[in-house]
């Protein structure tokens, strides 16, 4: 069974709060699918190779090159954040 | 009023209607059905109707519903998560771009599981929606709004994303037709990602052909989805070989859906088809080793929710640390799934479990895509139910996270493995539609859609 602290200490990985409520039943519900999965185990994976992707997909790769966008364009990245001459101002975080 | 695009398209051509008239049907339908599915989100009363010029397009007359985790430009986008309570979209996903220059309407957008992740369309922070046939029942889902849109005639084709059948799965419990094509055919650009492995977006129709159309229209190369490739067959056959895949008629599946599927099957064989028993060795790990891939990529693509980009206010003077903030954004943004989802996939990425889990499960997935390859061998198409059960009550699962996702065991396969599946009705029981499952070899859409075209003739007749 998965401890109450452990899920926390995810739940601080994560970046997630987790209210007493979900603190109460976080762990038997994570630990009933952990249960379910238990039984990948009883396969035998020995030399088997990870399917990550797809064999005919190859990496796309283009050159790194800054793109001029139209004014338009411009505009709608200003409006996404607070912005001060041709630049977005965010939160600091240092 | 439940019509085919091709059935519009013929209807406009007689001049028994016009293409405003169609719109605002459907317009007035929804204003008198949504309070009570909760389908749409968001309605495009104003979308402009598509002048007589068009008429030779393949979808003039095709009336969308987009799942509101599809982004079109200047309008909201929400995903059905707090966290995006107020977020307009900045661009238009390729899917609609086409759509729109191939004749295509958006009616409006639709209701889901938040983010994607649900098999009921009950994680919306918007509320459920409900199954049109019978309202006390679930739609499913994730893509349960455009699955309800439709089926509740609000309008005559829609779109989904499917990760692990959420396509499918909502087009069984809904009575229509919903398709998943081949992993890397259809361009997710402007899609909210998942789980970047197995994301794909698709329609919900009411005929296979009409499905064929718009995946004709969406499928392609875009440069803007690097996984996207022009490999989809288009080969003439006359003749396919079914297989039927075993390990899905075994236990655990409701015996009513049984008792259809099993009638489906008769009538494809007494048509003369040639049907064979397959077998599918590894079947009962899918879902669990689904679980754990899903969940892992689940929690890193939603890193990018942090409740300062995309829209949420920064509550700076409650927070005292960055920290701080991210955890109340994230803590307060998503419903429980997602956390759940989310908590689950770091669990299963964190130092000294990652070889345990997401590793053991890649290879599992090898073996899944093999067994389906040398099943491939021996057949063109395989048959499977879309879902074990009919349509449950609302309620009924949402807090048993296990049994919920037990709704995805039979069409997870195809996303693991990356192939083509459709789920259309193959009977009835009572009011319910059964949804059959066709599944063929990756980028043999060609073969999929003559067989499940073929079956719904049968099935029809």
């Known amino acids: 069974m998965i401890k109450k602290k452990e899920i926390e200490r995810i739940a601080f990985f994560a970046r997630l709060h987790l209210d007493d409520e979900e603190q109460k039943r976080m762990p038997e519900e994570i630990d009933s699918i952990l249960q379910y999965i238990q039984r990948l185990r009883d396969v035998d994976i020995n030399e088997i190779e990870p399917l990550f992707h797809f064999p005919e997909l190859k990496n796309v790769v283009r050159e790194d090159i800054a793109k001029t966008v139209d004014r338009e364009t411009q505009k709608q990245m200003m409006a996404m954040g607070k912005d001060k001459d041709d630049y977005l101002k965010v939160e600091s975080i240092l | 009023m439940k019509t085919t695009i091709k059935g519009v398209q013929e209807k406009i051509k007689k001049g028994e209607t016009s293409h405003e008239e169609v719109f605002s049907s459907y317009l007035a339908r929804i204003k008198e059905r949504n309070e009570t599915t909760n389908a749409f989100l968001t309605v495009f009363e104003k979308s402009k109707t598509v002048n007589e010029e068009k008429k030779e397009l393949p979808l003039y007359g095709a009336f969308f519903a987009v799942k509101d985790n599809i982004l079109i430009k200047e309008e909201r986008c ?191 064989e007494k048509a003369g088809l040639d049907v064979v028993e397959v077998s599918l060795p590894h079947t009962e790990y899918a879902l669990p080793a689904y679980e754990i891939i899903m969940a892992s990529e689940v929690s890193t693509n939603m890193a990018r929710y942090d409740g300062i980009r995309y829209g949420l206010e920064f509550d700076r003077p409650a927070a005292k640390t960055m920290q ?99 789920s259309l009705p193959c009977g009835k029981s009572g009011d319910f539609s059964v949804g059959a499952q066709v599944l063929a070899d990756r980028f043999y859409e060609d073969k999929l859609f003559l067989a499940a075209k073929k079956f719904e003739k049968i099935w029809k007749s």
Do not use: W
């Not at chain 2, 803590?331 to 299963?348: D, H, N, P, Q, S």
């Open chain 2, 78 to 268: 929400t995903a059905g998560s707090k966290i995006l309570e107020h977020y307009v979209a900045p661009y238009t996903a390729t899917v609609v771009e086409k759509i729109l220059e191939n004749g295509g309407v958006v009616v409006g957008k639709t209701n889901l599981d938040e983010f994607a992740m649900g098999s009921s369309t009950e994680n919306s922070t918007f509320g459920p929606s409900r199954n049109p046939i019978d309202t006390e029942r679930v739609p499913g889902g994730s893509s349960g709004g455009s699955a309800a849109a439709i089926a509740d005639g609000m309008c005559n084709a829609g779109l989904g994303s499917d990760t692990g059948g959420s396509i499918r799965q909502p087009a069984a419990f809904c009575g229509v037709v919903g398709f998943k094509p081949t992993y890397g055919t259809v361009s997710r650009s402007g899609v909210m990602s998942m789980s970047s492995s197995f994301d794909q977006v698709g329609p919900f129709t009411n005929c296979v052909e009409d499905a064929e159309t718009v995946f004709n229209v969406i499928s392609g190369k875009d440069e803007r989805d690097s996984v996207t490739s022009d490999l989809i067959k288009k080969e003439t056959q006359e003749n396919f070989r079914v297989g039927i895949l075993k390990e899905y008629f075994v236990d655990g599946i409701n015996q009513e859906v049984k008792r259809v599927l099993q009638e489906a099957i008769k009538k494809i």
């Open chain 2, 324 to 422: 701080d903030a991210y955890l109340k954004n994230r803590g307060e943004g998503f419903g429980k799934e997602v956390k759940r989802r989310i908590i689950l996939g770091t669990y299963a990425l964190s130092a000294g479990y990652y070889d345990a889990y997401y590793i053991r499960a890649q290879k599992i997935r090898t073996l899944i895509a093999e067994d389906f390859k040398s099943v491939f061998k021996k057949v063109d198409v395989v048959f499977a139910p879309t879902t074990p059960t009919l349509p449950f009550k609302i309620g009924e699962k949402v807090e048993d996270p296990l049994s919920m996702h037990l709704s995805d065991i039979f069409t997870v396969t195809a996303n693991l493995a990356g192939l083509p599946a459709i």
